[in-house]
Every structure is written in C-alpha cells, then in structure tokens.
C-alpha cells in the first residue's frame, strides 16, 4: 500500500457549466498525483497535490529523446452515486510493458490503481454526469534526468491528471469520416508501435493533417511492410463486421493491444458471434463491400469508446459503409459498454471497480 501524503488546494477552480458540452482534453481538476524516482532509491515520495505547473530543467531527457509513456482510462458516476473505474488493472499491466519497451522503470500495479482511486475520490465532484460524459484519467511516466547523452534517464516522474469529458469526435456517436494513409507509416513490427508511448502519436502527426486537409477525422494505418494490411486508427482499434462475422486485425507487435478492443472481443463472443483476429488486407474490405457483405466499421477506444465508421477513402477509392449511418452492432456495443462502465447493465466479467 502507498502511503500518499495529501495536501489539498485552497483555491478550487469553478467546475463546468452543466450545459456547456465538455470538449475533449480542455479542462482540469483540482488535484494531481505525483511520484519520483530515483536510481538506487525505486518509488518514493508519492503525494496528491493541487494541480499545477511542473519545474523541470530544461535539459530533461524527456524534452530532447523523447523517453515518456501514458495511459489512458475513465471514472463514471453510477445513478446510485457509486464512482466506478473500468477494467484499471488491465492499464495497471499495459503500462508495466511499456515502460519495458521504453527502458523505463516499472510502476507497481497495485499503486498504479490505488492513486488513480485515492485522486478520483478526491476530485468527485468532477465526475460528469450528463449522457456521454466522463471522468477522464490520464497517468504518465516522464524522464526527468538533466543530461544530453542518450540512454535510459536515472530519474522519473509517474503523473496523474484528470479532465471532465465529453466524446472524444465532434461527431460523438455519429459515423467517422476515415482516411486509409498509404504514404506515412505509423510503426512497425520490432518498433515500439504496441507501446503507449507518446513517441507514436507525434509520428502519426503528418498524415493526421493531411487526413483533415482533406475533411477526413481520422487516419487507418496500413502495416509499415507490405502497406496492405490493416493496423489500427489514430486513436482507437478497428473492427469490420463481414457477412455476419467479426473481423480485427490481431496483435501484431505494432499495434496498441486496446482495453476496449479486449472488452469488445469478449461481448461479441459472449452475443454468439464468431471473432476473427487475424490479417485483414485493405482489398479484402473494398472486395467485401463491393460485394455487399461489408455490414459495419466501427472504432473502439477508452476515448473514442464506439465510434462508427460511415466512409473510408483509400488512393483514389471512396467507400460508404451500407447506408453511412449507424450500424446495429456498434450501437449495441455502445449501449451495452457504457451500461457497464455506468453501472446500469449487469457487470458479468467483474470489469468496473468500485472507487471508495
Ligand atoms: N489504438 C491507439 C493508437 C490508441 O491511442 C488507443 C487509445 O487508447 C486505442 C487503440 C484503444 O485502446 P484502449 O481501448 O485501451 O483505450
Ligand atoms: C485513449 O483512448 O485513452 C487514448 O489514449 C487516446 C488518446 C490519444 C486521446
């Protein structure tokens, strides 16, 4: 058990307005959790503190190699008042392989999930709660050794922040506009691609201006080898449902083994369908909608949590996915996920855990 020294703010910030809609990332609580790290020492000096500016020296190895991970996950308020988290243990352990792949210390799993608690309660009263809102937590490893040689840093900081959310896509649950990217590569296998690292994200940059350039929401990565398989979306997993059948790409190395992804596989099974994770090459999508068996396309992320996918461009081949609008399954998913997550629909695999 940590023991987390707590000093609480004396300047709380005003919370939202209840009928302004939340835009993603925007605003945030009171407080933060912070702990270091020190070679020789391991974790030491975790301590909730009000929210505010780090102090770093300018020669950080975070600023100039780049050596940072995050997670990402949410808190939802249940009708009956309850805080709960979803699946935080499966984070717990994504976050533990990332900080091998990135040569950064490991941060306990069972203190991973006790801040995230200890600060949620803390900062309850940011927990939105009108339909599509959330509590949106953000932890995140930096290297903060002061030195210009690349290696691994000597010292680190693993952060906590927390945002109030709406979703994620201006167009909420609204089909996604998506561009098939066959210029850019996002990671490949050996790389660190199924890492969450921010190393990744800045690397998808180009290709995501390009994409709403073109009045395209997200990018669809093809595989870095061949550029003809399908990897996974900007910021979430990509399912396509196939004469009736369950299609994603599996876990290649380069892709983010995803929660939701994870979460959805399950309920899809549990529903009686068949699940395919294996390769999906782009032609086989164009080929199935051409001949009419392409049903659906939806995203799944902690963010973007269902997101439906109403067209695809690849090269000079525009795709609508059957009338462009919501599918059936995607919506189910999305009812039935959410109903979890809030508490309202029966918890069968023990996902949500309750915050005290
Ligand atoms: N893929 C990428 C690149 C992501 O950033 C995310 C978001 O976290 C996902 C997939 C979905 O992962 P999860 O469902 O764990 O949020
Ligand atoms: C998440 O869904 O939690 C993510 O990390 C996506 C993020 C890039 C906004």
């Not at 997670?71 to 935080?88: N, Q, S, V, W």
């Not at 050996?190 to 190393?199: D, R, T, Y």
């Not at 009686?272 to 994770?277: A, R």
Request: proline fraction near 6%.
């Amino acid at each position: 058990m940590l023991d987390i020294k707590i000093e609480l703010t004396n300047a709380p910030k005003q919370l939202p307005e209840k009928d302004n809609p939340l835009v993603f990332g925007t605003i945030f609580t009171d407080h933060m959790f912070i702990m270091d790290y020190t070679l020789g020492k391991g974790w030491h000096d975790a301590r909730i503190i009000p929210y505010q500016p780090l102090s770093l020296e300018p020669s950080a190895m975070v600023f100039h190699y780049g050596q940072e991970m995050f997670e990402g996950l949410k808190a939802y308020k249940a009708k009956d008042g309850r805080i709960l988290l979803f699946r935080p243990d499966m984070n717990a352990k994504r976050t533990t392989k990332t900080c091998r792949t990135l040569c950064m210390p490991e941060f306990p799993e069972d203190d991973f999930v006790q801040a995230i608690k200890e600060l949620v309660a803390i900062d309850k009263k940011w927990i939105p709660t009108k339909e599509g809102t959330s509590l949106y937590i953000r932890p995140f490893i930096i290297a903060t050794s002061p030195f210009l040689g690349v290696r691994p840093s000597h010292t680190y900081k693993f952060i906590v922040i927390l945002s109030p959310v709406g979703p994620y896509y201006p167009e909420g649950l609204d089909p996604v506009k998506i561009w098939i990217e066959d210029e850019y590569v996002r990671a490949v296998k050996g790389g660190i691609g199924e890492a969450k690292a921010g190393g990744n994200y800045v690397a998808s940059l180009r290709a995501q201006v390009k994409a709403h350039e073109e009045g395209f929401s997200q990018v669809l990565w093809l595989d870095g080898v061949h550029r003809k398989y399908i990897e996974e979306v900007g910021a979430m997993n990509i399912f396509f449902k196939i004469n009736g059948v369950i299609v994603t790409p599996m876990l290649s190395g380069s892709i983010l083994p995803g929660i939701t992804r994870d979460s959805v596989i399950r309920l899809c099974k549990d529903w009686g369908y068949k699940v395919e994770e294996r390769l999906i090459s782009i032609d086989e999508i164009f080929t199935a909608q051409e001949e009419g068996l392409l049903e659906e396309v939806f995203g799944t992320g902690t963010a973007a949590v269902i997101s439906p996918v109403g067209h695809l461009r690849w090269k000079d081949h525009d795709m609508q996915v059957m009338d462009g609008g919501i599918g059936e399954l995607s919506q189910k998913l999305y009812d039935n996920l959410t109903g979890i997550q809030l508490g309202d629909a029966p918890d069968v695999h023990k996902w949500t855990v309750e915050v005290s």
